[in-house]
């Protein structure tokens, strides 16, 4: 494997900080070679970067922790998997994101990101890393605002994962280019994030969200089957609503079910519950369950 094998202590850590003393970035590789954070790391054939070609998951970063970590190593094996990736040892990613976490600290909340890619195009092996960065500026504010968003086509049906099952979905993969196209079109249209929708005019999922709508008190998002990424903090704050007697589905949605919805939500590993307050220009009722979902959230992560 490129930039670290599978072995070798954690310890030695690549720490950033910024003129305050507080951390801005941690770099490491899998080896726990120490990496600076001004430095290159890939090499210009690695398949990250000429064709995306990797998975990555992005978590928390709280108190010091990797917050739902067992949830995000598995998620990433099955990525792995689908892309047909050499499987990753999770005992030693694990390793290696409690020692980035750790070094990051418990003062800020921070985006811990793992990154395995097919590798170098001239080298026969895999590219692995971590990094910690600073909490997003936008994440701070839409956590308190909440969010508009717009629904917009996705261009394929729901019934493409069945028929194309060589197509990497439900995957967390680096190739991000039409979610990014996705939300600078948003904010063209003075919207703060999208709201996929498939052919037929199902919703789908945001380019970096779960969505979740209550109906009373009972929660409901769209099913993986339909070809969109699970979502580890949706999981999560389910298995909490059940514990707390909400009723949690899985079903089909359409943009007119979150405009009658009690609440819509746009759920994340960093940005956690978002309120959305406003589709297509359509503002929507104050969600009577909204403290209550983001305070499951906190509890859940």
């Known amino acids: 494997m490129d930039l670290g094998h599978y072995a070798g202590g954690m310890a030695d850590v690549g720490v950033q900080k910024d003129s305050g003393g507080e951390p801005k970035t941690v770099l490491m590789t899998l080896d726990g070679a120490r990496q600076d954070p001004d430095a ?3 090499h210009a054939d690695d398949q990250a970067a000429l064709r995306g070609d990797g ?3 992005t978590i928390l970063v709280r108190g010091g922790l990797a917050r739902k970590l067992p949830a995000h190593l598995e998620r990433l094996a099955r990525s792995a ?3 047909e990736l050499p499987a990753p040892d999770l005992d030693v990613w694990a390793k290696a994101a409690t020692a980035a976490a750790r070094a990051w600290g418990g003062a800020q909340e921070g985006v811990l990101r793992l990154v395995l890619s097919r590798g170098r195009e001239s080298v026969l092996g895999s590219t692995a890393y971590l990094s910690v960065s600073a909490l997003p500026e936008r994440t701070r504010r839409v956590r308190e605002s909440g969010v508009a968003a717009v629904t917009l086509e996705r261009g394929y049906s729901t019934e493409l994962a069945a028929s194309s099952p060589w197509l ?3 995957a967390k993969t680096l190739s991000y280019a039409v979610n990014m ?3 600078r079109h948003a904010e063209r249209l003075g919207a703060d994030d999208v709201i996929f929708v498939s052919a037929e005019g199902n919703v789908l999922e945001g380019p970096r969200s779960t969505v979740v709508i209550a109906r009373g008190r009972q929660l409901l998002t769209p099913p993986p089957e339909q070809g969109i990424l699970a979502g580890t903090t949706q999981r999560a704050l389910f298995q909490e609503a059940e514990r707390r007697g909400l009723g949690c589905a899985y079903g ?3 943009p007119a079910d979150l405009i009658a919805a009690d609440g819509v939500w746009m759920l994340s590993s960093i940005a956690l519950a978002i309120t959305v307050h406003t589709v297509n220009g359509l503002a929507l009722a ?4 909204d403290e209550q ?9």
């Open 55 to 57: 998975v990555f998951e």
């Open 286 to 289: 104050t969600p009577t369950l």
């Open 168 to 170: 990497p979905l439900g």
């Open 293 to 301: 979902i983001k305070s499951m959230v906190a509890t859940a992560i």
């Open 40 to 42: 290159p790391l890939l």
């Open 81 to 83: 998997a689908i892309l």
């Open 252 to 254: 089909p949605l359409r």
């Open 181 to 183: 196209a996705a939300v």
